[in-house]
Nanobody, 121 residues
Framework: QGRLVESGGGLVQAGGSLRLSCAASGSIFSIYVMGWYRQAPGKQRELVAAVTVGDNTNYADSVKGRFTISRDNARNTVYLQMNSLKPEDTAVYYC???????????????WGQGTQVTVSS
């Protein structure tokens, strides 16, 4: 069973906006990193944005100034606000969460099922 549930993908016109959400379920002791990756047809999967436990953020150069990553610690949820979308943003977006979970308290590396984002010109 998946531990991450993604939502928010869809079809938008160039210049539009979308907001992706990813909620981590189950018992979590702490979260190290929450991030978003994407993979377009014929291309490698790439990191889009990430936020660490210290609230440090990191963005791909291609999305800086347009995308914003944020998290809700109480709900173990990460968001990706995508503005000024371009056709080249079209891809499957995957949520990634690295967390410490009981009962063994080791690090779990979880991936969402992926959500399609399509930007038309």
């Amino acid at each position: 069973q998946g531990r991450l549930v993604e939502s928010g993908g869809g079809l938008v016109q160039a210049g539009g906006s979308l907001r992706l959400s990813c909620a981590a379920s189950g018992s979590i002791f702490s979260i190290y990193v929450m991030g978003w990756y994407r993979q377009a047809p014929g291309k490698q999967r790439e990191l889009v944005a990430a936020v660490t436990v210290g609230d440090n953020t990191n963005y791909a150069d291609s999305v800086k100034g347009r995308f914003t990553i944020s998290r809700d610690n109480a709900r173990n949820t990460v968001y990706l606000q995508m503005n000024s979308l371009k056709p080249e943003d079209t891809a499957v977006y995957y949520c990634n969460v690295q967390s410490v979970r009981p009962p063994d308290y080791r690090v779990y590396d979880d991936w969402g099922q992926g959500t399609q984002v399509t930007v038309s010109s």
